[in-house]
T-cell receptor, first 112, second 109 residues
Framework: IAGITQAPTSQILAAGRRMTLRCTQDMRHNAMYWYRQDLGLGLRLIHYSNTAGTTGKGEVPDGYSVSRANTDDFPLTLASAVPSQTSVYFC???????????FGPGTRLTVL | GQNIDQPTEMTATEGAIVQINCTYQ??????LFWYQQHAGEAPTFLSY??LDGLEEKGRFSSFLSRSKGYSYLLLKELQMKDSASYLC??????????WGAGTKLIIKP
């Protein structure tokens, strides 16, 4: 039983490069989310998807894009990474938008 | 704007009781969540309150007062493994979670 998996665990990236963070869940949850967590700040929502085929923008969407082609996968893409995108990224899922969220182990991203 | 306030850090003694407060101002309210996050790990769900009052779950209890925009998480019989950050989050009118910055709880022997 995996729950939610994320890849890679950590990554060092040169500024200007494109990067996709992967997220897969096996709980058949309808809703999925991407957050970033920075020291001293709360989790901030980047993008979300309430069901396969739909996505929405969160609090800090600029510089990021997502897709939700199926129920299980919710990749996050940084088109051209910048140092301010250095953060820990968490993917989460919930049965519906109204339920508690379950988190993946996170990806630690450093942009130099 | 939307705001969640909780203390940055608290210290308590093993075996004691600690109360972590959370105050909020959000556009709409569809429930309040508490999560635990150990250093370097993912947040894990602890509790959910949508009605006023106290919800008890083992050593952990969570209280909500919607009229005061206030919640607390009560941890009893503290153990060393309870050393972690505790995150308060409110679900707003759009069913999105607004997160506090977290309270780092340090447990001393």
């Amino acid at each position: 039983i995996a729950g939610i998996t994320q890849a890679p665990t950590s990554q060092i990236l040169a500024a200007g490069r494109r990067m996709t963070l992967r997220c897969t869940q096996d709980m058949r949850h309808n809703a999925m989310y991407w957050y970033r967590q920075d020291l001293g700040l709360g989790l901030r929502l980047i993008h979300y998807s309430n069901t396969a085929g739909t996505t929405g923008k969160g609090e800090v969407p600029d510089g990021y894009s997502v897709s939700r082609a199926n129920t299980d996968d919710f990749p996050l893409t940084l088109a051209s990474a910048v140092p301010s995108q250095t953060s820990v990224y968490f993917c989460a899922s919930s049965a519906s938008a109204y339920n508690e969220q379950f988190f993946g182990p996170g990806t630690r991203l450093t942009v130099l | 704007g939307q705001n969640i306030d909780q203390p940055t850090e608290m210290t308590a003694t093993e075996g004691a009781i600690v109360q972590i407060n959370c105050t909020y101002q959000t556009s709409g309210f569809n429930g309040l969540f508490w999560y635990q996050q150990h250093a370097g790990e993912a947040p894990t769900f602890l509790s959910y309150n949508v009605l006023d009052g106290l919800e008890e779950k083992g050593r952990f209890s969570s209280f909500l007062s919607r009229s005061k925009g206030y919640s607390y998480l009560l941890l009893k019989e503290l153990q060393m493994k309870d050393s972690a950050s505790y995150l308060c989050a409110v679900m707003d009118s759009n069913y999105q979670l607004i997160w506090g910055a977290g309270t780092k709880l340090i447990i001393k022997p």
